[in-house]
């Protein structure tokens, strides 16, 4: 070899950077590539999580998850309505609230603060105060219902399976409000006035301003709190453990919940490890060809 | 260049000094006996341990408190990576029995006779500690089930405790007639809707069978289990317990009969200290067995106790500690701070405390059985708690219950 061909093999300006990043990648390789590649290698294993001795079953795992468990199809449900309710309803309503707080009033940071308050609060914290809300007997709902005479209204919010899972998601809905405030806001902060100004002139009305002006400019906005929304919609777990544990009769369950139980509780770490694993290629398989989708619209228009 | 070989060489020397560090602790003092238990358990243990110390300086004892809401996924995290404490707290039966068969457990039936266990413990307790003639765990404590009502309330409505179902029916049937849901329950907290059905088995199963049915030494499907099914769907339809059972907790539960809403509620003897905690007057209630008119009148009870890690070097010494812990002398010194009453024979509570000195009085004759949430295979359990649940809501009809238990208690899940 040639004195030249030996530097394109150790190029120092080309290494420098990677010996920097070495320490971090070493670290995360620990702590988050290993313990995903092993997960995933769990999931074909039948394993009580404790023992030494594990059982290679291929994928029965994932056939019996498919074909046997009723519970992962009803976990799975439940993420799909959280996503879609938070797509949806919740986001519909933090784009609102932004709209309404960036106009300016005297009193709107005030307004601010109590509408993003809840998202400081921890999900534990929310779950317990909200959980006692909806007793049925001592709750404040109930009571409230009650004291306007429409106590026929009044439910077993948490103990009734028609109301359970939809009343995990209003507290989800609750606590997650006030940071898809602040993302829309701090998006319409950025918007350029002078399109606007000229649509006016053009005779554009608001709605109209809204549909064709806002909604395209906050494109970037949107793919950040969609990516955010399917993502948190698929991994929430404090909530639903901490209101319902999964219950009643295992109706309000996530994936992340039934994974938790079959893990930890029913000492079926291989079934675990196998929701985990689809969890993940579930997430992966919405969120990435959105975020491509969505960058490549952003380059095109630019 | 230079400094290519410059962060090089810190690089080496950071890893080299990190896998250094752990080390450095050969020839340092006697190893430290090292527990695990609940965080909101027995207060009494660390001072406890400072009398071990005060007593042999030498030793040292090392203690981790895990929240109550963790502490059974811990607990098979801390085996399952190898780190486990020398001792542990821990439930008996089928539930302490998982780490038995799994080989985490040492066997302490030699320590036990050298200790004269049988008569410095209840064999009751005992019992719940033993798997196949093998002694698994010390006794801590032993609580019992019962019934506990107002006792105003009982003479308002001219009411006497039951001695058979029947009776305890009628008593049902005139809290109803007087607006007052007669149970007490939060199913939020399965185990605590589990021990009204546990009732139920017994009642209608005796002794016998529902022991071998808990473990599934014989088949579900039977008339038996059915009329159960058909008597647990029968009190939720007649509205036996409070409105809105299925989404409360059992903490929430036990304020309704704070309050004089409900009529009875299934608790351990624990509910005389809850009163007190709680600000309520104990003197008020009194308690029964749940009559299940079968001569034996079983009562359901499970105790806590210490576990001791089979694959550690260090079990000697834990059970010596485990040993002073249990000793007569501090168990009546701490004992309102280890959650009495206690598994270790004469060691009575204070006299204020009546209803748990009844119980203790109790124990000797007391005939018990297990709760299914420690007396089923972990897992079954939980299929347990989901058929009850739907039994109740009209979900499953009773053949399908009992199906459903059998097809689950033959996959099993352990």
Not at chain 2, 31 to 53: C, N, Q
Request: with cysteine; charged share 20%; hydrophobic share 45%.
């Amino acid at each position: 070899m040639t004195s030249s061909t030996n530097k394109k093999l150790f190029d120092p300006v080309k290494i420098e950077p990677w010996l920097y990043l070495s320490p971090a990648i070493l670290l995360y390789a620990l702590i988050l590539f290993y313990p995903v590649i092993q997960s995933i290698v769990l999931s074909f294993y039948k394993w009580d999580g404790m023992s030494a001795f594990k059982e290679f079953t291929g994928f029965n795992n994932y056939r019996i998850l498919f074909f046997k468990d009723p519970v992962f199809w009803i976990s799975l449900k439940n993420n799909t309505i959280f996503m879609v309710t938070f797509l949806l309803v919740t986001n519909s309503v933090c784009l609102a609230l932004a709209l309404i707080l960036n106009r300016p009033f005297s009193g709107r940071v005030v307004f601010r603060g109590i509408f993003y308050f809840p998202y400081v609060i921890s999900m534990i914290a929310v779950a317990l105060i909200w959980g006692w809300m909806y007793h049925p007997q001592l709750g404040l709902i109930n009571e409230l219902l009650r004291a306007v005479g429409l106590e026929s209204l009044g439910r077993t919010w948490l103990g009734d399976l028609k109301t359970a899972f939809a009343s995990v998601i209003v507290t989800a809905s609750w606590k997650a409000i006030g940071i898809g405030m602040v993302f829309f806001l701090s998006g319409l902060q950025t918007l350029p006035v002078s399109p606007y100004e000229s649509a006016k002139l053009d005779g554009a009305n608001a709605i109209q301003s809204f549909f064709y002006l806002t909604i395209p400019f906050l494109r970037e906005t949107f793919v950040i709190v969609i990516t955010l929304t399917v993502i948190s919609s698929f991994k929430v777990f404090d909530v639903v453990y901490a209101m319902t544990w999964g219950g009643p009769m295992r109706a309000t369950n996530v994936l992340a919940t039934w994974m938790y139980f079959q893990s930890f509780r029913n000492h079926n770490a291989g079934s675990g490890t196998a929701i985990a694993t689809l969890l993940v290629i579930i997430m992966c398989a919405i969120a990435i060809p959105y975020i491509m989708l969505m960058s490549r619209r952003s380059v095109s228009s630019q | 260049m230079k400094k290519i070989v410059g962060v090089a060489i810190c690089l080496v020397l950071l890893v080299t000094t990190s896998a250094l560090a752990g080390g450095g602790q050969e020839g340092a003092a006697a190893k430290p006996v090292t527990i695990m238990l609940r965080a909101s358990s027995k207060p009494g243990l660390e001072k406890i341990m400072e009398d071990y110390i005060a007593k042999y300086p030498e030793r040292q004892v090392e203690i981790t408190r895990v929240p109550i809401q963790n502490y059974f996924e811990q607990v098979s995290v801390v085996h399952a990576s190898g780190t486990a404490s020398d001792m542990w707290e821990y439930w008996g039966v089928e539930t302490g029995g998982y780490y038995v068969d799994k080989g985490f457990t040492a066997d302490i039936t030699q320590w036990g006779k050298d200790h004269n266990w049988d008569t410095k413990f209840s064999s009751a307790s005992l019992k719940q500690f033993n798997r196949q003639g093998v002694q698994y765990g010390m006794p801590l404590t032993m609580h019992a089930m019962f019934l506990f009502y107002q006792k105003p309330m009982f003479q308002k409505y001219g009411m006497t405790v039951p001695k058979t179902y029947k009776e305890l029916i009628s008593i049902v049937d005139k809290f109803k007639a007087n607006g007052i849901s007669p149970f007490s329950v939060g199913a939020k907290d399965k185990w605590h809707l589990m021990r009204i059905t546990d009732s139920l088995f017994e009642k209608y199963c005796g002794p016998k069978l529902r022991d071998e049915l808990l473990v599934f030494k014989t088949t579900w499907i039977r008339p038996e289990v059915i009329n159960i099914y058909d008597e647990l769907r029968r009190w939720g339809e007649q509205n036996y317990f409070n409105p809105g059972y299925l989404g409360v907790l059992q903490r929430e539960a036990k304020i309704l009969m704070y309050q004089g809403k409900t009529g009875m509620i299934l608790e351990g003897e624990w509910w005389e200290k809850n009163c007190t905690d709680d600000g309520q007057d104990p003197s008020i209630y009194d308690f029964f067995i749940f009559p299940t008119d079968w001569p034996e009148n079983r009562t359901s009870v499970f105790c806590e106790g210490w576990l001791f890690n089979g694959k550690s070097d260090n079990v000697p010494a834990a059970l010596e500690f485990g040993e002073f812990y249990t000793s007569l002398e501090e168990q009546k010194k701490y004992v309102m701070d280890l959650a009495p009453p206690s598994a270790v024979l004469g060691v009575s509570v204070p006299a204020e405390y009546k209803i748990m000195n009844k119980v203790i009085g109790m124990f000797p004759t007391l005939n018990a059985f297990a709760v299914t949430d420690q007396g089923m295979p972990p897992g079954l359990w939980e299929e347990y708690a989901f058929v009850q649940e739907n039994i109740l809501t009209g979900n499953m009809t009773s053949q399908e219950g009992a199906e459903y238990m059998e097809e689950k208690g033959k996959e099993g899940m352990r």
